[in-house]
């Protein structure tokens, strides 16, 4: 399926082909596949242990497939890392370590944590700060950002590159809702700027139905894929979640 936001004629971002992931006896992913239009915002949903960010690890070249295959930007993945940014949960950020918001955006440069600020490097990351509404916060501890602040300094980690796809794992977690209403803002803007495609686990159907333009509904295996009003109708999600889930207003 072809998003009408992408640029026609062009290759899709993402191609899974018969994707399988195990881990010994246990099948986290089966048979999953779909392809992905450069250029569409997908949101990725399911239950817990639906193997979400399994998906996300076989795209970073982190997670070897046992059978199919994957395509990222048209190569393998893992090969292409200056091309990808990743923005993962907060939750999972140990607070106690002893970091600036600038250092945090500078390792997505760098790949190590930095010695020295300064230079070409640091002008990009104020500058990628900037962007996303945080410059004010570059001298700032990291443990002492809010929920909201932290993501935004993430977020410029993830886009100081000015990659071409960005994937995002529960990017909503921690924040509140003015909060996560700016972050859908910001990601929408840099997608539109550049034309990158933008792949986001949420367990939030509205914030799919709502924000997405291509929507994967999965349970280990794939349940449906598309347009959001057709990927997450009540059946798909009955069958996904095994339940009857609730019905959803359709956006005008």
């Known amino acids: 399926m072809i998003s009408p936001d992408s640029p026609l004629g062009s290759l899709p971002a993402l191609e899974l082909s018969d994707l399988t992931v195990r881990f010994g006896d ?124 932290l993501q935004r300094v993430y977020l410029a980690r993830a886009i100081v590159r000015r990659p071409k796809l960005i994937l995002l794992d529960e990017p909503a977690t921690g924040i509140d809702t003015l909060g996560e209403k700016d972050l859908y803002g910001l990601l929408e803007r840099y997608r539109l700027d550049t034309g990158a495609t933008l792949v986001m686990i949420t367990h939030d159907w509205d914030v799919a139905r709502y924000h997405a333009s291509f929507v994967v509904v999965l349970n280990r295996t794939l349940f449906s894929c598309g347009h959001p009003e057709t990927a997450l109708c009540d059946d798909c999600l009955a069958r996904a979640y095994g339940h009857g889930g609730h019905s959803h207003a359709v956006r005008l």
């Open 26 to 149: 246990f099948t986290a992913l089966e048979r999953v596949s779909f392809a992905l239009p450069t250029g569409a915002f997908m949101a990725l949903v399911g239950p817990n242990g639906a193997g979400k960010s399994t998906l996300i690890r076989a795209l970073l070249g982190l997670v070897t497939p046992s059978s199919g295959s994957v395509t990222v930007l048209g190569a393998q993945p893992g090969t292409q890392p200056e091309h990808i940014g990743y923005v993962p949960q907060i939750k999972t950020f140990d607070r106690s370590f002893p970091a600036k918001a600038l250092e945090l955006v500078l390792t997505g440069l760098r790949r190590s944590w930095p010695g020295l600020h300064r230079g070409p490097q640091r002008e990009q990351a104020l500058e990628a700060l900037e962007s996303v509404g945080a410059g004010h916060l570059a001298s700032q501890a990291v443990g002492r950002l809010s929920g909201g602040q």
